[in-house]
């Protein structure tokens, strides 16, 4: 890249000209603001994403539960009306 005080060439990474010791400028940052923001998204997933989980995995196990239950049930009523007092 160029200096932008002096016009002189510099390396790509040069935080400052070699030649007029003037600040060159950063193409890189963007990079330190990105970082942070997606340290700080991840970050809060992590801590709060265990406690959802888990409660919709137990919310999940009943539901399965129960409707496995019923689908028995119905089965058993429908094939052996027989075994429940209040057949018909
Ligand atoms: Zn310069």
Known sequence: ?????????????AVFCEFCGKAMPQKTTPLPIVQPVTQANLNPKKAAAPKPRLSYNAKRGIITGVLLVGLVLVV???????????NW
Do not use: A, R, V
């Open 1 to 13: 890249m160029f200096c932008p005080s002096c016009g002189k060439q510099n390396k790509e990474t």
């Open 76 to 86: 058993l009523l429908i094939y052996y009306p027989s075994i429940f007092p209040w």
